[in-house]
């Protein structure tokens, strides 16, 4: 059974710094591009970052991009999320998403996801 | 950017028919995939290119896509078919391509 776990959600400051983590388990990690979407309270979904499968390759939405890294260790079957100089913008769940590419790529597997509150 | 548009809710008796809309530029060249996602939890896969169903889905969920619209339809609709609704695509169209979700459609089992 496939299962992402995320975690490290928290209270942060504005300005302050998080790393989430999602753990992956029942099926093979690192043949999978990954991704993050994150959802502020009462909204729609939002893209935030993927990497490929090895690690060599990732891209960020707009928003993120500078501050946010993204990364994955493979031997480990767990992907993270750096997030530096938080904005109360970044106000969200966070959610790690597997993903299928081929025709246009899609999500077909999802985490429970880890609230980020950026509030002094 | 890319944008799709949703209607914000839709209403259906149960028993009824639901249909549910995503509205982008010549979206019928895209693949368009649908997630379902109930109060509290996670986003769920119920289509994806733009007509399959990933196993454990009811048939009552189906898809079409053409044009500049992609509907995602649901028969014989139940009371756990209440949850929000969300299309996706992959636009490749720009410089930077993006992974674009609609707006999202709120269902209401009256």
Request: proline share 4%; aromatic share 14%.
């Given at each position: 059974e496939v299962q992402l776990v995320e975690s490290g959600g928290g209270l942060v400051q504005p300005g302050g710094s998080l790393r989430l983590s999602c753990a992956a388990s029942?099926?093979?990690?690192?043949?999978y591009w990954m991704h993050w979407v994150r959802q502020a309270p009462g909204k729609g979904l939002v893209w935030v970052s993927r990497i490929n499968s090895d690690g060599s390759s990732t891209s960020y939405a707009d928003s993120v991009k500078g501050r946010f890294t993204i990364s994955r260790d493979n031997a480990k079957n767990t992907l993270y999320l750096q997030m530096n100089s938080?904005?109360?913008?970044?106000t969200a769940v966070y959610y790690c998403a597997r993903a299928e590419y081929g025709g246009g790529p899609y999500f077909d597997y999802w985490g429970q996801g880890t609230l980020v509150t950026v509030s002094s | 950017s890319y944008v799709l548009t949703q209607p914000p809710s839709v209403s259906v008796a149960p028993g009824k028919t639901a249909r549910i809309t995503c509205g982008g530029n010549?979206?019928?060249?895209k693949s368009v995939h649908w997630y379902q996602q109930k109060p509290g939890q996670a986003p769920v896969l119920?289509?994806?290119?733009d007509s399959d169903r990933p196993s454990g889905?009811?048939?009552r969920f189906s898809g079409s896509n053409s044009g500049n619209t992609a509907t995602l339809t649901i028969s014989?609709?139940?009371?756990?078919?209440e949850a929000d609704y969300y299309c996706q695509v992959w636009d490749s169209s720009s410089d930077h391509p993006n992974y674009v979700f609609g707006t999202g459609t709120k269902v209401t089992v009256l």
């Open positions: 029942g099926f093979t990690f690192s043949s938080l904005r109360a913008e970044d | 010549n979206i019928g060249s119920v289509i994806y290119y889905i009811p048939e014989r609709v139940e009371a756990g078919d």
